[in-house]
Every structure is written in C-alpha cells, then in structure tokens.
C-alpha cells in the first residue's frame, strides 16, 4: 500500500519545495523504502516545452520523451529514479483531456464542472501506477492562495478523506523572514499561511521552515502552537551552502524522522548515508579546481541550464576538483576575435549547450572555432555540436555553410528532421507545425564506431541510450566531406541515417553529442561524458 506525501508551499514562491521533495525522498530511499515524486503544476500551458527559458526555467525531458518541470531533474539527480510522463501534470493538460472527452460526448450530457470533474481527474492522476512504492510524493507548484491551484488543493483534501488513515501526510513549506531592522525572526507568515491551508480543508502535520538565521525553540514552539502541530513537526530549513548538503542538513533536523512518525512507523530502519556523505566530502574538500567557459544564449537565467549546471558539478566530483562556470553570452563574439581571445584564453574547458533560434549562433560558431585551433578541451551539446559541424564545413570550404533553422542557406549542414524511426514507429513533422511536443522527444539509443574516443568514454560500449529535445539535424550528405576535415562521426543512429556523435581524434577532447547527457547526471553517478570532460578540462589546467 503505497503513502501519499503532499507537499505545498506559502508565504512565496521559491522557497524550495521541489528540493525539499527530493531530500525528503532521497533520505526516505536511504532507509530502504522505495520512492516516487509527483509534480503538480497550476498554469494553463499543457507543458513546459512551449515556455522561454526566462519564464519557466529549462525543461527537463524524461525518457518516454515528456517535457516537463525542471523539479523533475532534482528529483531524479537525489534518487536516480527516472521520471516518467505520468509525474507531471499540468491545468492545462487536465482541461484538455477534460475538454476533449467532453466533445466526444464521454459525460453523457453532464454539466461539466471542476469539482467533481476538473478534481477527479487529478486524483486520477495522483494515484496512478503506484506499482510497489512505498511512498509517493507529490509537490504542488505555486503558492498557497493562488487562484488556479485551488482545483489541487481540493484534489488533496478529497484525497485525504477517501484514503486510510495514516495514508496520506501532508508538509507545507514557509517562510520564517528575518526583519533586521526589529532584528527578529517574524513567525505571523508562517500562521497567516498555515490558516489559509486549513480554510481549504488541508491541516499540515509537518512544517518546513525557511529562514536566514537559527529558528530560536521558543519560536518554534510558538508556530507550533499557533498552528496546531508537534515542536519537533516544526522543521528548520536555513540556507545550505549547496543543495548537495540539504538531505543531510534536513536529517539533522529530524524531517524524515517526523515524516515516519506521521505515518505512525517507528520502526524504520537508521538511512544509510554514505553515497551523500562520499558527495559532499568530494564537493567540500576538492584536491584542485578548474575554469569552464559555457557559452550559451540563456546565461542571463541560472535555472535556463539547471541540469547542465548539476553535470558539471557532477564532473568536478568524479575528478574530486572545484568546478568554476564562467557564463559567456555567445552575442559579445560576434564583434570580433579580441573578445573572443580574452574571454576564452583562461578556460580550461569551452562547452557550447543547446538552445534555439540564430541570436548568437555566430559567437558559438566563433568558440568552436577557438576550442578546435587552441586544442582546448571542447563540448558541444545539441545545438552545440551543430554548430561545431557547421564550424567544421567552413573550415572545409563550404563557406555559407549554416541551419535552415537560421534562415534558407545553399549549404545546409542543418536541417529540420521530418522523420525519424522510434520505438512506436515511423514519426513524421511538417515545417510550419505545431511547437509544442513535435520534437525528437526521449530516449533513443545510437551504435557506436569502435575504438572511437566516445566508445571509451561509455567503457567501450556499442550502444548507448540517451534523452534528445530538438527538430533539427545534422544533415548526413554533408558527413564525407566533414570527415576528411577532420570530424569524426562516432555516433548514429541503428539505421545509420542521423548523427549523434561528432569527434576530432587530433585533438586532446572535442566530442559533440546531439542529445543532452546532462539530463542523466547523478551527484553519486556522474555522467561519463561530464567525468571525461573535466578530465580533460583538469590536464589543460596543468599545461597554461
């Protein structure tokens, strides 16, 4: 019988809950139960795919070829559970599918209404393919009080009725602010969110709180009292000098102690925390350090790369070395090679990540360019291999070599895929179509060439799956010619028609791989590509 887990927030946003879902989760898997998180999120788009990066951050794609809340990424980087399409529901997808059954006539001439037809349909959701979990989390995006989170919430607390007793627990995360000017923690936040719970039929048991500085018991005991809970159900949450440190941080605290209690389990094994003490040891006490010049179109957002971000650290601990990123706007190359020389010349290591659209192709185009000629270690990601192609065909005379995603070009070295094989088939696009979730979307795998540098960095594998997220391809009449200059195709796919992996065997690491590795990095499980990047990155440290 698995338990249910809802997580919500108040006060503001941004507080962490879909960290906090994850240490909860990681600390609970380390005591030998088997979890899963759910994500819902309130705003009316059917998902993240159609959303600029500045709004919502990066989207974060599972392998059944969901796009989805980048939450999802932390909860599989704490636990190594792979998400799946069903953990992530949207408004925007509940009332579609709801509109769309009610065009067919599914509700027999019903009045359809939110309650119970919006609300059903996430419970539907909620407590789907539960498998043999233990538990299932589910975080709830937004903010206590927000207009179009009210159908969740409602959801929640019918939940809470219909199940067992000792089924369901609920956690609600708040803000504890520090007023410097009173020079006093202030707890009215806390209550005025708790009671805006409770008017909606949900009572906390545990309450997580953020805060700056050390909750004093005595204010603990007073937010217990004013919102009815246990002392110890009052969770310190204070800010942690890396989100690596938080389970062990939560635990301290005595979070997933209280939790089980909760459920009225007293018996439950002590976690074993080594994989997160290994992490934090590696991430604390690094034996050296090296500088890696991302070079991107989003840097002005963090979250717009949150799991490239994660890799790289990732990277650093398998290498036990400090990670510095440098976030480079590719558009500030694109006046010249002087700027291109001084930003580039003190990095260890050039990454160019994925991205859409022209705005600062040619300042990629111009570090690929730097990487190849300086032999400095270089990844290209998605659209950065894209670019080192198009860099490459330049080099190989092909002038006006460019994407059709830029614009009509006499030499497409990129173009939009209009079909592809996958697991459910042949998949066909149209240019000019709908946006939203037509692209190469998953996991797909890719043969590797033997004795390729890619074949021993994945330990000499064959074949390899990873997560793609894009419409647009290098095109394979343009591979000979590349090849003679020097690229070489390590990776494609079973039918051998479209390239995932590009490499220089002349140079000490220049790799681009048409997927995201990034999306499968784990702290205690880095990618290997990241690992052998920072590697690299490590010996050109060692040569300038």
Not at 502 to 513: A, L, S
Request: with cysteine.
């Amino acid at each position: 019988m698995a338990r249910y887990i809802f997580i919500t927030g108040g006060v503001v946003s941004s507080l962490g809950k879909g960290l906090m879902a994850a240490s909860l989760a990681a600390l609970l898997q380390a005591r030998g139960y088997k979890v899963r998180i759910r994500k819902f999120d309130p705003y009316l788009n059917v998902d993240p795919g159609t959303m600029s990066p500045y709004q919502h951050g990066e989207v974060y794609v599972t392998d059944d070829g969901a796009e989805t809340d980048l939450d999802l990424g932390h909860y599989e980087r704490f636990t190594g559970v792979s998400a799946r399409q069903s953990d992530n529901i949207t408004s925007g997808r509940v009332y579609r599918d709801i509109i769309a059954r009610e065009r067919r006539g599914d509700y027999l001439g019903a009045t359809v209404q939110v309650i119970p037809h919006v609300t059903d349909a996430i419970k539907a959701f909620a407590l789907a393919d539960q498998d043999d979990h233990d538990f299932i989390l589910c975080e709830i995006g937004g903010t206590v009080g927000d207009i179009e989170s009210l159908p969740f919430m409602e959801a929640i607390r019918q939940i809470r009725n219909e199940l067992e007793p000792f089924q369901t627990l609920s956690v609600h995360v708040t803000l504890v602010p520090y007023i410097a000017a009173a020079g006093e923690l202030k707890t009215k936040p806390t209550q005025h969110s708790v009671r805006e719970l409770a008017s909606l039929g949900i009572k906390p048991d545990v309450l997580l709180c953020r805060a700056e500085h050390p909750i004093p018991d005595a204010e603990r005991q007073k937010i217990a009292n004013f919102c009815n809970v246990r002392r110890e159900a009052v969770i310190p949450a204070l800010d942690a000098p890396s989100i690596y440190s938080v389970p062990l941080q939560y635990h301290r605290e005595g979070l997933d102690a209280e939790v089980l209690r909760g459920f009225g389990i007293t018996d439950a094994p002590e976690p074993d925390l080594d994989a997160w003490n290994d992490v934090t040891d590696r991430y604390f006490n690094p034996e050296g350090e090296v500088t890696i010049g991302v070079v991107g179109k989003y840097v002005g957002l963090p979250d717009a790369y949150k799991s490239l971000n994660e890799a790289l650290v990732h990277g650093g601990l398998a290498n036990r070395v400090k990670v510095n990123i440098k976030w480079i706007d590719a558009e500030i190359f694109e006046g010249g090679d002087e700027e291109i020389t001084a930003r580039l010349e003190p990095m260890h290591g050039i990454l160019v990540p994925g991205g859409f659209g022209e705005r600062g192709s040619e300042g990629k185009i111009a570090s690929v360019r730097f990487a190849r000629e300086r032999k400095v270690p270089f990844f290209g990601i998605c659209l950065g291999m894209q670019m080192a192609c198009i860099e490459g065909a330049r080099a190989a005379g092909f002038a006006h070599a460019s994407s059709t995603e830029f614009g009509e070009t006499d030499e497409p070295v990129v173009g939009i895929i209009t079909e592809w094989m996958s697991e459910e088939g042949l998949q066909s696009r149209k240019q000019g179509g709908d946006l939203g979730g037509t692209m190469r979307l998953g996991a797909y795998e890719a043969k590797l060439a033997r004795n390729s540098h890619s074949s021993a960095i994945y330990g000499g594998a064959d074949v390899i799956s990873e997560r793609h997220r894009h419409r647009y391809e290098v095109n394979s009449a343009y591979i000979d010619p590349l090849e003679k200059q020097g690229l070489v195709f390590a990776g494609m796919s079973p039918d051998g028609l479209l390239p995932e992996i590009v490499e220089r065997p002349d140079h000490p690491w220049f790799v681009g791989v048409q997927f995201h590795p990034e999306l499968k990095s784990k702290p205690f499980d880095p990618h290997p590509l990241f690992a052998g990047f920072i590697a690299a990155a490590l010996e050109q440290s060692r040569l300038v």
